[in-house]
């Protein structure tokens, strides 16, 4: 009887975990040291500093582009992010604070470093990308690519229920 009320129970667990509502991509906010950003939510319309825009997975949406037209960066809902150099920069340290990363960052990865790009989680909203731009060599044709980790609500419920699971098989067992 037991195990039927257990199992009836991790059932509805289940059922509850999965159909929590989907989070909607985050918002994510740029903050440049110097110069502006047009931002996929207005079009490209007006460039602003601070500037933000909601991540779209579509193909050729590029989340924000500079206002001199020589660095564009796209975000995707899995993490993933590209850093397009279409022109070398003045000589400096440019750095750019991205935010509202949905307040879950756990870790950055990064193969940039050797062009002169350096990627820092700052907190668990934001990243900050300096560039170097003494040593900073744009490629227009291939993107820096990099991963901000988030994880997943419904992985952790799951998890959750795998470990209840096993706590009532050794129950059953003893």
Do not use: C, H
Not at 25 to 53: E, I, R
Not at 65 to 91: E, M, P, T
Not at 123 to 152: K, Q
Request: net charge negative.
């Amino acid at each position: 009887m037991l195990t039927r009320k257990f199992s009836a129970f991790v059932l509805g667990l289940a059922a509850l975990t999965l159909t929590l509502p989907a989070q909607a991509a985050p918002t994510v906010t740029v903050t440049a040291s110097s110069g502006s950003f047009y931002s996929l939510a207005d079009g490209y319309s007006a460039a602003t500093n601070p500037a933000s825009s909601a991540i779209s997975d579509a193909f050729g949406d590029v989340e924000f582009l500079s206002d001199d037209f020589n660095l564009a960066f796209d975000f995707r809902s899995d993490g993933s992010f590209d850093v397009y150099g279409l022109a070398a920069l003045a000589s400096g340290v440019y750095d750019f604070d991205f935010s509202d990363l949905a307040g879950r960052l756990i870790s950055a990865d990064w193969d940039g470093a050797a062009a002169g790009l350096t990627l820092t989680v700052l907190d668990a909203d934001s990243l900050r990308l300096s560039i170097d731009g003494r040593v900073f060599t744009p490629d227009a044709n291939t993107p820096f690519s990099g991963r901000f980790a988030l994880p997943e609500p419904a992985g952790l419920g799951l998890l959750a229920l795998g470990a209840l699971a096993l706590v009532q098989r050794r129950r059953t067992a003893a």
